[in-house]
T-cell receptor, first 114, second 109 residues
Framework: GAGVSQSPRYKVAKRGQDVALRCDPISGHVSLFWYQQALGQGPEFLTY????????KSGLPSDRFFAERPEGSVSTLKIQRTQQEDSAVYLC????????????FGSGTRLTVV | TQLLEQSPQFLSIQEGENLTVYCNSS?????LQWYRQEPGEGPVLLVT?????EVKKLKRLTFQFGDARKDSSLHITAAQPGDTGLYLCRGFGNEKLTFGTGTRLTIIP
């Protein structure tokens, strides 16, 4: 597609509920990144894929967070047993190359855990 | 993780004024990017600076990379309401790269 598409745009989850956030990167982009952005803060790195391989997941805050990109295109970020501190905007970005290349970001999914 | 500090954290000025925001680190970066993020959207890349002392201009925006490649500044001339947004710097170095803390800029018409 023309840009990075994320869905849903907004998600309200009850504490303890599982959620799945989708990212559809730009066609042909090899690298895909997930970031978490708290209100008024810069994005914090969560995880990085090159094609279907998850090369870096060191930013995932706990084992409740899981990301996959099984066919090297669409990616899903899953959060199990959501907690209030998980409330944030989750941004996806893709690029042609590695981490040093300019990203194109999606508009994000705003998750609110109540 | 290399830490990037941005200042000021918040800045609110009148339309037509000039301003400078800063991105500082104790680490050396091979390159540095500036992004602008508007509410409800993802960050959009403005510029990449690579060489120490490099200056790049993008219309009314002037970006400078410090000689030691540890810091950068963004100067906006004659600010307009459309410049409102969160300005983020992002550095590339030997350790895990990261975004800065951001400067939230508001231009008052």
């Amino acid at each position: 597609g023309a840009g990075v598409s994320q869905s849903p745009r907004y998600k309200v989850a009850k504490r303890g509920q599982d959620v799945a956030l989708r990212c559809d990167p730009i066609s042909g982009h090899v690298s895909l990144f997930w970031y978490q952005q708290a209100l008024g803060q810069g994005p914090e790195f969560l995880t990085y894929f090159q094609n279907e391989a998850q090369l870096d997941k060191s930013g995932l805050p706990s084992d409740r967070f899981f990301a996959e990109r099984p066919e090297g295109s669409v990616s899903t970020l899953k959060i199990q047993r959501t907690q209030q501190e998980d409330s944030a905007v989750y941004l996806c970005a893709s690029s042609l190359g590695g981490q040093g290349i300019a990203y194109t970001f999606g508009s994000g999914t705003r998750l609110t855990v109540v | 993780t290399q830490l990037l500090e941005q200042s000021p954290q918040f800045l609110s000025i009148q339309e037509g004024e000039n301003l400078t925001v800063y991105c500082n680190s104790s680490s050396v970066f091979s390159s540095l990017q500036w992004y602008r993020q508007e509410p409800g959207e993802g960050p959009v890349l403005l510029v990449t600076v690579v060489t120490g002392g490099e200056v790049k201009k993008l219309k009314r925006l002037t970006f400078q990379f410090g000689d030691a490649r540890k810091d950068s500044s963004l100067h906006i001339t004659a600010a307009q309401p459309g410049d409102t947004g969160l300005y983020l710097c992002r550095g590339f170095g030997n350790e895990k790269l990261t975004f800065g803390t951001g400067t939230r800029l508001t231009i008052i018409p």
